[in-house]
């Protein structure tokens, strides 16, 4: 999984496995990015638009947002 900064122009790797659910992705972006970022301002997939919409209700959950 690759996460671009694109302001600092800062990449973040992190190895996952080819099938990786939603609420995994929610997770290691809960566990690596949001501590240092908090919310992205925008996400870019190449999964279409609809997995942005789902990974906020995920990444929602995994910070027990409401």
Same mark, same amino acid.
């Given at each position: 999984m690759v996460i671009v900064d694109q302001f600092t122009?800062?990449?973040? #790797?992190?190895?996952t496995t080819t099938s990786v659910s939603l609420e995994k992705i929610a997770k290691i972006y809960k566990d690596n990015i949001w501590k240092i970022y908090k919310v992205s301002k925008k996400i870019l997939s190449n999964k279409g638009p609809q997995f942005a919409l789902w990974f906020i209700?995920? #990444?929602s959950k995994a910070l027990e947002m409401r």
């Open positions: 122009k800062m990449i973040w #790797l992190r190895a209700e995920d #990444l």
